[in-house]
């Protein structure tokens, strides 16, 4: 009668247990990557939306003197800011932003506009819809995707500035 196990016995019980551990590293490491991804894509929808309704309520900062054009989001592959436009006229002088606020994306994770030519977007106030750096009623609908390795997600903004 054998007492213990064989060597070769020791050696598969130890290659399966390595490889189940490999799979939950490599497994809770992906899940990390779209963690970081989906945070980033709440943040960005938060961003629009809290833009949105800002320039819907006709909200604007104490030194803003001038009528309010809207809230505007610019953004990169990499990053956003979100700004109030307080003149008359668009497109706006790069001095005219008040309350400009910066958000980078983390590494990994980028922002993919389409039309690729949009690189900003104006929310107007009391429901006059959005302006694009292409100018008004040039772009009917602007998707907006953040995107990583792990997964992505898409928001669209309708020219009338309804997310979705």
Known sequence: ??????????????VIMLIFTTYGVASLLNNGKKQKQ??????????L???RNNAAAGKKPE????PLLGWRVRFTTSSYVVEALCTATYPVPPTT???S???TLPSGVILAVSPVLVTEIVFRPLGQGTITNLG??????????VSSQADQ?????????EIQ
Request: contains cysteine; hydrophobic residues 45%; proline residues 4%.
């Open 1 to 14: 009668m054998r007492k213990g196990f064989s060597l070769i016995e020791v050696l598969v019980a130890i």
């Open 38 to 47: 989906v945070t980033a894509f709440e943040e960005f929808r938060q961003t």
């Open 49 to 51: 939306q809290l833009a």
């Open 63 to 66: 030194e803003c003197v001038d």
């Open 97 to 99: 932003p008040y309350l």
């Open 101 to 103: 606020r910066t958000k």
């Open 136 to 145: 008004p009623a040039v772009v009917s609908n602007i998707s907006m995707t």
């Open 153 to 161: 997600n898409t928001v669209i903004v309708t020219d009338r500035g």
